[in-house]
């Protein structure tokens, strides 16, 4: 399995516009109007998971934040988004950690992580963004239900990152670095249903003088099973856009974070 990954800030915007692309292939007649705790909402589901990617109140907002509409406060509308909203949203607040929080043109963008074990959830997302009055008309998510996190890690570290050194070419010669790694879930969604790894995450990139001035491509994120220490995903990095999945936070300066690890 391989793709290509567009690391920039997680904003939330990137968020809902995941969930409206995935909503816009279940097809007008996918979406249906559910009456929960005494309002209408209507709701698109992923095909696959079947998990909520669009709710939207029909009658009244989701929620109405009061007050004026500080960073904290915004950022605490995602607990409060999700009470209102469990178990037609299958997450409860101990489930997120925030994404991104940002404010564009008057209005905050907010985005959490899907969290399983502690562990995020690569590709994971709950979006929503309060208008000037307060209102959460709308939220996007991709949520996955039933993940079983395995109870213990069989392959250590060193051998998952040797495993995902041996699988890029030239490896020594373009003098790649390992600049960031993690621990995440990753869900594969070729699979029904989507089948969950908990995975070593390796991000790879050879000197920025080394890459070709006309090529997006800026290193490798290499996804390793904790289990098997077969390696389940690897995508393209690109220059352009930062550093590393998961994406957390402004985008890194791959050129300083480079030199920050020579002789390491």
Not at 38 to 48: A, E, I, M, N, Y
Not at 63 to 80: A, D, E, P
Request: aromatic letters at 10%; one cysteine or more; hydrophobic letters at 35%.
């Amino acid at each position: 399995m391989e793709g290509t990954a567009v690391i920039k800030k997680g904003s939330c915007w990137i968020a809902v516009g995941l969930a409206l692309f995935l909503a816009s292939r279940l097809g007008a007649e996918s979406i249906e109007v559910i009456r929960f705790k005494g309002q209408d909402f209507q709701v698109s589901r992923d095909p696959l998971t079947q998990s909520p990617v669009i709710i939207r109140g029909i009658d009244r907002p989701i929620v109405i934040l009061k007050g004026t509409q500080t960073r904290s406060r915004v950022i605490q509308s995602g607990r409060m988004v999700i009470n209102r909203l469990n178990p037609l949203l299958p997450l409860t607040p101990k489930q997120i950690r925030l994404k991104s929080a940002e404010k564009i043109g008057g209005l905050w963008y907010v985005s959490y992580w899907q969290t399983a074990g502690d562990f995020i959830v690569y590709g994971s997302s709950l979006g929503f963004s309060p208008d000037r009055r307060g209102r959460i008309l709308t939220t996007g998510s991709v949520i996955y239900p039933n993940i079983q996190v395995p109870a213990s890690i069989k392959v250590d570290r060193e051998q998952a990152l040797q495993t995902s050194i041996r699988s890029i070419k030239d490896f020594q010669k373009q003098h790649y670095k390992l600049l960031t790694e993690n621990l995440i879930i990753y869900p594969d969604r070729k699979a029904t249903p989507p089948r969950y790894y908990l995975v070593y995450v390796f991000n790879f990139f050879p000197p920025p003088e080394a890459l070709h001035p006309a090529s997006p491509q800026a290193g490798w994120g290499i996804f390793v099973d904790t289990q098997t220490g077969k390696i389940v995903d690897r995508q393209t990095l690109f220059k352009p856009l930062g550093c590393c999945v998961p994406e957390e936070g402004p985008p890194l300066d791959i050129q300083e974070l480079y030199k920050s690890h020579i002789g390491k």
